[in-house]
């Protein structure tokens, strides 16, 4: 797999990686065994960069990680997790303290002395403003539970102001096929800085897996039925922010593209790689199988001129509307 580096992280990582937000909980039921059935497949196809969270089911899915760690101990893998979403949200808790006592779990968790990469995740826009709150990351980083930070953000606003943050190693940000306002601003500035981009929610949630229909229904403990209108946590982070009914009639638009020899998620993960800018993408998955197929997006051709003008005409006329100004 094609790798690409984290350059203040002194890092290089395979592009295509994998998001365990599914693994902890809120996209329905999960098991032990399918979790760890989808580590192992995503690591043999190639996968180097794991991306959790200390509040993907309280804990579960970096503890699912860790046993995975240590059943391959030679695993050269990247993980990054993140923190600061297990208290209320109010820039007065991203405090050394917290941060000692958040990472503290994570490593136990994880079972590491040094976490890899720990991200602020999505907190108060006041937070990326605070000298302190980036003081007291790079504490960390001399404290050494942690070799490096970055920051998990919901804005392309609140990614610039990191990206200006000389300790800043990363930005993560929704950047998909339906979710384009980043390719103005944010990753040129993280490109000029050596900030890794890390795209999360790259296929909106699954509308761009093209498996979805108007008929589709998802599990009662699952954000696509519970957060459609953000009503547990930010709307984009569900469907990325769009209408499903606006987005299932991008998907139909798109389809055409797709061709033969690849699947409509392929053609969306690799639309996100031709972006210059991007490290790496965090494709989730429920089954090995389709954590398989994932990987599999870094072995596609780029897309062509057509293709790429076409993706953007159909964001142009069915998404931009909706979405751009919002984040």
């Not at 589709?216 to 984009?236: A, L, Q, Y």
Request: aromatic share 6%; with cysteine; proline share 5%.
């Amino acid at each position: 797999m094609e790798q690409r580096n984290f350059d203040r992280l002194g890092r290089h990582v395979g592009i295509i990686g994998l998001g365990a937000w599914q693994l902890g909980a809120d996209w329905g039921e999960v098991s032990e065994d399918a979790a760890l059935d989808v580590l192992t497949a995503a690591v043999d196809a190639g996968v180097t960069f794991l991306d959790t969270a200390d509040v993907y089911g309280d804990g579960r899915s970096e503890q699912l990680i860790g046993r995975f760690l240590r059943a391959r101990p030679e695993h050269g893998l990247t993980v990054a997790t993140k923190m600061g979403r297990r208290v209320p949200q109010t820039p007065e808790a991203y405090t050394l303290e917290n941060f000692r006592a958040w990472t503290d779990r994570s490593r136990a968790n994880l079972g590491v002395d040094t976490l890899d990469l720990v991200q602020l995740h999505c907190p108060p826009t006041a937070v990326f403003a605070d000298d302190r709150v980036f003081d007291a990351l790079d504490t960390l980083v001399a404290e050494k539970r942690v070799a490096g930070y970055g920051v998990s953000v919901e804005t392309c606003d609140q990614a610039l102001t990191a990206i200006a943050r000389p300790g800043v190693a990363s930005v993560q940000i929704i950047l998909n096929a339906v979710r384009h306002k980043p390719l103005e601003r944010v990753l040129p500035a993280a490109a000029a800085a050596g900030v890794g981009v890390v795209a999360r929610v790259p296929l909106a949630s699954g509308l761009l897996s093209g498996r979805y229909d108007e008929h589709t229904t998802f599990p009662e403990n699952d954000h696509r039925t519970f957060n459609r209108h953000g009503e547990s946590f930010d709307v984009g982070e569900t469907f990325s922010g769009v209408d499903y009914d606006l987005g299932l009639a991008a998907v139909r638009r798109l389809a055409p593209l797709v061709g033969d020899g690849r699947t409509m998620a392929q053609f969306a993960l690799r639309w996100i790689l031709d972006q210059p800018g991007v490290t790496v993408v965090i494709p989730g998955a429920r089954s090995a199988e389709q954590a398989r197929r994932n990987a599999e997006a870094a072995g596609q051709p780029p897309l062509t001129e057509v293709e790429l003008a076409s993706v953007r005409a159909t964001y142009d006329e069915l998404i931009r509307p909706q979405v751009h100004d919002r984040w």
